[in-house]
C-alpha cells in the first residue's frame, strides 16, 4: 500500500468515524473467512458494517475526530472495526448473539452517544430494547392518562344515559 492509498483510507476512515451513529471494536483473530462472512450478513440488515484495516491507520483517522481519543488504547493487535449508521442496541444484539456462536469473536469496546464502553457497558445495551419498542413504550406511557380519561368520561357519559332511561321508564309507568 503507498502512501495515496494510505491517506485516502485515513480519510475514509475519518468519514466513517464521523458519520456513524456508533462503532464497536472487536477482536476477530481465530475466526474463518465464512464466520466474518456471517458476521458481515448478520450486521447488513442492522445498517453496519464491519471494517478491517492496519490500528495505525485507524488511530490516525481518530486522532482528529472529537471524542474517539479514548478509544485508541484499545487499537491494537488484530482488531476490526464496526461502523453502525442507526440502531446502535440491535447491532450490539447481533454481536452478542453472534459472540456467543463463535468463541473467537471478541467484543473489545465501543462508541455509543460519544461514550466510551467497555465489553460489559455493550452487553447491557444490547439487553435493552430496540429503539423503536422503546418509543412504543414511552408513548404507551403518555398515552396512558388521556386514555383512562376518555374511558371514564365514556362511562360517565354511559352512567347519564343509564340514570336519563330509569327516568323516563319511571315517569311512563306513573302516566299508565
Not at 143 to 161: E, F, S, V
Amino acid at each position: 500500500m503507498n502512501r495515496q492509498q494510505k491517506e485516502s483510507l485515513v480519510q475514509a476512515l475519518q468519514g466513517e468515524f464521523s458519520t456513524c451513529e456508533a462503532s464497536y471494536v472487536i477482536g476477530y483473530r481465530g475466526l474463518s473467512v465464512n464466520a466474518l462472512r456471517n458476521l458481515r450478513a448478520a450486521l447488513r440488515p442492522h445498517n453496519a458494517h464491519f471494517k478491517v484495516a492496519k490500528m495505525r491507520l485507524v488511530k490516525r483517522a481518530i486522532a482528529p475526530v472529537a471524542g474517539l481519543k479514548d478509544v485508541a488504547p484499545f487499537l491494537n493487535e488484530q482488531r476490526g472495526i464496526i461502523f453502525v449508521k442507526n440502531e446502535p442496541t440491535a447491532v450490539a444484539k447481533a454481536l452478542c448473539d453472534f459472540a456467543k456462536e463463535h468463541e473467537h469473536l471478541a467484543i473489545i469496546a465501543g462508541y455509543v452517544d460519544q461514550e466510551i464502553l467497555d465489553t460489559q457497558g455493550i452487553q447491557v445495551l444490547a439487553s435493552l430494547p430496540s429503539r423503536t419498542v422503546l418509543r412504543a413504550q414511552v408513548l404507551g406511557t403518555m398515552n396512558a392518562p388521556i386514555t383512562r380519561c376518555a374511558g371514564l368520561l365514556h362511562l360517565m357519559i354511559a352512567r347519564l344515559l343509564l340514570v336519563l332511561q330509569q327516568v323516563h321508564q319511571k315517569k311512563e309507568k306513573e302516566v299508565q
